[in-house]
């Protein structure tokens, strides 16, 4: 079975400083992760995603995520946050098979301080 | 760039009613899947759909809802007899190289 775990429900950050949202999973077997952003009453947007190779990912909007197998951890960081940013972010495991579900975390909110 | 749609963007019903909400999935994808987010909680799997026929299924997803590809374009989540607790964004999803295309949503406000 697989889990996500975002330990921080709300995360404020003043605008121009760095931010970490945190991510740990639970999973027996190998899996691929993700993170989606959600602006309010909008959908879900691809963030980033982790699928092999480089540790390192980066993604849209200035952020990047580094995979840490030995941590099962995928944290999202920013270094210099914008009031656009504000918003909801889900990290999300699927196993490394086609067809699977995902499975998403509880979400951090980013609230972007002026 | 390819999208998920899904109409409406906001379904009001009355409880107990029956509701049809559409998703017109990516037109390669081979796998399709229904979401719930109740109001400030995560996303929940509902329903996968491959081939045809319902590949998995939660907990959530009891005989109240049911599934259908109608035709070669259009994926449908019913809900017979509507409860306050169903109120919710209702994410629609299609898989292309292990990453899940949503849809924009549609909010069911139960009354």
């Known amino acids: 079975a697989q889990s996500v775990t975002q330990l921080d429900s709300q995360v404020p950050v003043f605008e121009e400083a760095p931010v970490e949202l945190r991510c740990n999973y639970s999973s027996s077997v190998s899996v691929y992760l993700f993170w989606y952003v959600q602006y309010p009453n909008q959908g879900l947007q691809l963030l980033l995603k982790?699928?092999?190779?480089?540790?390192l990912v980066k993604g849209i909007n200035g952020f990047e995520a580094e995979f840490n197998k030995s941590q099962t951890s995928f944290h999202l960081r920013k270094p210099s946050v914008h009031i656009s940013d504000t918003a909801e972010y889900f990290c999300?495991?699927?196993?490394?098979?086609?067809?699977?579900?995902?499975?998403f975390g509880t979400g951090t909110s980013l609230t972007v301080i002026p | 760039e390819p999208e998920v749609t899904q109409t409406p963007s906001h379904q009001v019903t009355q409880m107990g009613q029956e509701v049809i909400l559409r998703c017109v999935p990516i037109s390669n994808h081979l796998y399709f899947y229904w979401y719930r987010q109740i109001l400030g909680q995560k996303v929940e799997f509902l329903v996968s759909f491959y081939n045809n026929e319902i590949s998995e299924k939660s907990e959530i997803f009891d005989d109240q809802f049911s599934v259908e590809r109608p035709d070669g374009s259009n994926f449908t989540l019913k809900i017979r007899s509507t409860k306050l607790e169903d109120s919710a964004m209702y994410f629609c999803a299609s898989i292309g190289a292990y990453e899940q295309y949503f849809g924009p949503g549609t909010r069911l406000t139960v009354t």
């Open positions: 982790y699928l092999s190779g480089s540790t």
């Open positions: 999300a495991v699927t196993p490394r098979a086609p067809g699977n579900q995902f499975y």
